[in-house]
């Protein structure tokens, strides 16, 4: 085998196991839950609470369902909610390639919550719409509590971070190439082994080049 042909096959093998190293330190998925540390504003002053929140994404056609979820209850109330009292509703920021807000809002409480204990909220979920295509991020916004007449507000002071990464692709803008990332672990694995598989064609598709390269310069 001459040197040039060597010096081919060490390429080759090299992008190969760079697409290997890629599919092993790949990360899972870009979704996270994120502790938000929240100041409440209410009718009788401030308070403060910490949530781990979560975002995740459902693909319908051309947009996205959003679900935002809270782990833990955010503010109180001196006096019972009674079931239906409080409608709460919030805001998520997306930054990245399409920034602007998308309003989640969810169901009112189907229980009473007892006076000076943390509000549980409800899962709220909204719509969003891509209006350009490429990489965006969602994150925990102002949450609004309304009951009894009054209306509280929460707003994040730890700024914290994204909840969920995706790339989207907006209407018009070509074939879709968006996938949602997955927070179970089957679901990780799944999407860890397709970005493996996408580098290792990649490696594939230059051995390939190199190949064609090298037999044109032959017959040359």
Known sequence: MSYRNRKRTALAAAAAVAGSAVLIAAPAAQAAVVDVDYQCRTPIGPKGAVSPIDIRA???GGAYRLTMSFRK???????ELGKGAMNPSAVIRVGGADPGEVRVSGPANTAAIPAETPIRINDLSGTYTPRRSGKVTFTAGVLTIKALGTTTTCTPRNNPGPSLELDVTAAGGGPASSRLPR?????????????????????AAGALWLTRRGGGRAAD
């Open 183 to 203: 927070t179970g672990p089957l679901d990780s694995a799944v999407a860890l082994g397709t970005l493996g598989g996408t580098v290792l064609l990649t490696g």
């Open 58 to 60: 459902e693909r319908s």
């Open 73 to 79: 209850g955010v503010s109180s109330s001196p006096v």
